[in-house]
Antibody
Framework: EVQLVESGGALVQPGRSLRLSCAASGFTFDDYAMHWVRQAPGKGLEWVSG????????AYADSVKGRFTISRDNAKNSLYLEMNTLRAEDTALYYC??????????WGQGSLVTVSS | QSALTQPASVSGSPGQSITISCAGS?????????VSWFQHHPGTAPKLMIY???KRPSGVSDRFSGSKSGNTASLTISGLQAEDEADYFCCSYAGTNNWLFGGGTKLTVL
């Protein structure tokens, strides 16, 4: 059974940093690209970032480019999102998502990040 | 404001059929046959129900079907069951490193 379990969400002050992790199991992790998708309170989902199976390619939404860094450790079956210079508008539930082709086929339950003073 | 437009809510009685729409543009829904639908019970992981407009993953009931006409995709659930009550959202590929989502539709089974 495919499982994606996010962790690391917290209440953090504006301007600070936070690192999210996603532990993957139930599939061959390095066969798949992985992504982060977020949902702000009361708003729709927003694609945030993606990384290829071998970390050779990364991509970011304009809203986080230059502040967030996606990475993965295939030996640990883990995906990460380093978030710097956090803003109030980054407050959201962050989902770790597996992608097959261009289809997001498995999601985690999400990790809540709240940016507030 | 979400990029794809869905109705906020729909409802139906057990056994009936309902359809949820997902309106986009010719740059996303209309431009690619890569529309997905997800079932989401808050607090749990969203579940893929339909992909590539009208394909069902293994294990998903054939009561769920998808279609597309122009810039609007649709999810139809036939033979409504109480367990179908959930939030449903659509997603469309919109080009390299670009995916758009609908705002979600709350399905109530009366």
């Amino acid at each position: 059974e495919v499982q994606l379990v996010e962790s690391g969400g917290a209440l953090v002050q504006p301007g600070r940093s936070l690192r999210l992790s996603c532990a993957a199991s139930g599939f061959t992790f390095d066969d798949y690209a992985m992504h982060w998708v977020r949902q702000a309170p009361g708003k729709g989902l927003e694609w945030v970032s993606g990384i290829s199976w071998n970390s050779g390619g990364t991509a970011y939404a304009d809203s986080v480019k230059g502040r967030f860094t996606i990475s993965r450790d295939n030996a640990k079956n883990s995906l990460y999102l380093e978030m710097n210079t956090l803003r109030a508008e980054d407050t959201a539930l962050y989902y770790c998502v597996r992608i097959a082709g261009v289809v997001f086929d498995y999601w985690g339950q999400g990790s809540l990040v709240t940016v507030s003073s | 404001q979400s990029a794809l437009t869905q109705p906020a809510s729909v409802s139906g009685s057990p056994g009936q059929s309902i359809t949820i729409s997902c309106a986009g543009s010719n740059s996303d829904v209309g431009g690619y046959n890569f529309v997905s639908w997800f079932q989401h019970h808050p607090g749990t992981a969203p579940k893929l129900m339909i992909y590539d407009v009208n394909k069902r993953p293994s294990g998903v009931s054939d009561r769920f079907s998808g279609s597309k006409s122009g810039n609007t995709a649709s999810l139809t659930i036939s033979g409504l069951q109480a367990e179908d009550e959930a939030d449903y959202f659509c997603c469309s590929y919109a080009g390299t490193n670009n995916w758009l989502f609908g705002g979600g539709t709350k399905l109530t089974v009366l």
